[in-house]
């Protein structure tokens, strides 16, 4: 199997999405390898050699996606025995032009702390864990956002990633069978219906996912979660809460697709 | 202010990277817009609208970041009145002549579900939970990593990051003025010291942290902090504790750095 490397002298997290986005293209498999932090002209020469080493052995060249502030650091894996593909310089050439403005290369810019949004992350991830699954209900005015749904379809990595990607205070509350029963929202959501958004998923996957909490219960029986779908998706109909399925969707998706329903604002840029 | 718009069929979280990663090169302030889930060539003629309205109130031409996986709706944007960088492109014609394989489009590929890896970002978020602050210390032989630090050190937010961006099962673990006492490592850790890694902070930054939670405090106040931050660093060099200062990085290059130096496997791809 091929090699592709991801390499920079920061997180290396912008080649990785870069290097990823363009081989999923390609119906081929690749041995991925990420090299993250290679500030010094002595670490580009020895990812050099690995890069060298892993042709030879491979009898072809790896791929080698690269975000260099320093140029005379990529220069040094340019060298290499190696394709290698090189978006910033790519681009940013481009830019200039446009704006004619010349850049100005300031390393661990892209993913290291903005001073505007990082306290926000913080203070979002506290919020959504001190908020998490019904935990604390006197917060709520607070919420910028509060996702409901019936237990395992997908609320707490949901809030969390909301938090820590985007800076929201994301809450979470659990819908019971007994709310379900009454068929009224929890008297601690009423006042804050305009904040909540529905999560809902397929029985069967739920089920599957409840087996492996607690085999063999009421609570994780196919009958279970389909009556329990069933009735929170009619729940979410009556208050006229906005919802999505969750089933076949990342985290990613679900929080992207949740940030544009709602118009939510994203505090990380 | 000039606009950049970040655009695409799927989530747009890699056109937000790419644009964002290039244009962070540049001293300029834009007007940053997302949006994802441009899934129809009506929704793409109504974004196109959009950017139109933009660039006659501005004055100047959007920069527009897109990547599309439907050739059409890619089109309709790349008509509109921006400037177009379109990254998938550009590499994908380059890739295709280095691999002789011509790439298979399929809308949702990048940040979607892998099924390989999205049940371990699952488990692994809610392993971070049950395991966050020393909650549960029974559960260490499971840990991929055991983070270890005195309270406010960043502990929780990387372990979330972690596992919801890597699939990484890590734990974390309070270092309290008791254990810096002894000198000793906290007893449920000494089986497991292979798998701690320290973070440690700067007193002034932690004192402002921890005064945010309780002013005013001695828990808070500047000369407990730097006794505190003095002795964890001594404990980490008595045992031979790998350990990183958090104090000017974001949870991104934390996890970065921890993931390199320890040789973690990264399950999300």
């Given at each position: 199997m091929r090699t592709a490397f991801y390499i920079s002298d920061g997180t290396a997290i912008t080649s990785e999405v870069f290097g990823h986005a363009t081989l999923s293209l390609f119906p081929v498999e690749f041995n991925h390898k990420t090299i993250p932090f290679v500030e010094t002209e002595e670490k580009a020469n020895e990812v050099k050699a690995l890069i060298n080493a892993t042709a030879q052995r491979e009898g072809e060249k790896p791929l080698v996606f690269f975000t260099f502030v320093n140029h005379n650091l990529s220069e040094i894996i340019r060298s290499s025995s190696a394709i290698t593909y090189d978006f910033l310089t790519t681009f940013s050439d481009k830019i200039e032009q446009e704006l004619k403005v010349a850049p100005v290369p300031k390393i661990h810019r892209t993913h290291s702390m903005?001073?505007?949004?990082?306290?926000?992350?913080?203070?979002?991830?506290?919020?959504?864990?001190?908020?998490?699954?019904?935990?604390?209900?006197?917060?709520?005015?607070?919420?910028?956002?509060?996702?409901?749904?019936?237990?395992?379809?997908?609320?707490?990595?949901?809030?969390?990633?909301?938090?820590?990607?985007?800076?929201?205070?994301?809450?979470?509350?659990?819908?019971?069978?007994?709310?379900?029963?009454?068929?009224?929202?929890?008297?601690?959501?009423?006042?804050?219906?305009?904040?909540?958004?529905?999560?809902?998923?397929?029985?069967?996957?739920?089920?599957?996912?409840?087996?492996?909490?607690?085999?063999?219960?009421?609570?994780?029986?196919l009958k279970q979660c389909r009556i329990e779908v069933r009735e929170v998706e009619m729940l979410y109909k009556k208050h006229k809460i906005s919802y999505l399925n969750s089933t076949n969707h990342s985290v990613e998706e679900i929080s992207a697709k949740i940030i544009s329903d709602t118009n939510l604002e994203r505090r990380k840029y």
């Open positions: 903005h001073e505007k949004s990082y306290d926000f992350r913080i203070d979002a991830v506290n919020y959504a864990l001190t908020n998490d699954d019904g935990a604390n209900i006197n917060n709520y005015a607070e919420a910028d956002i509060i996702l409901v749904g019936v237990s395992r379809s997908g609320k707490t990595p949901t809030s969390l990633y909301l938090a820590l990607q985007y800076g929201i205070k994301a809450a979470n509350y659990p819908i019971t069978e007994e709310d379900l029963e009454t068929g009224k929202l929890p008297a601690c959501l009423v006042a804050y219906k305009q904040k909540l958004f529905g999560l809902t998923i397929d029985p069967v996957r739920l089920a599957d996912i409840r087996q492996r909490r607690m085999a063999n219960s009421k609570y994780a029986s």
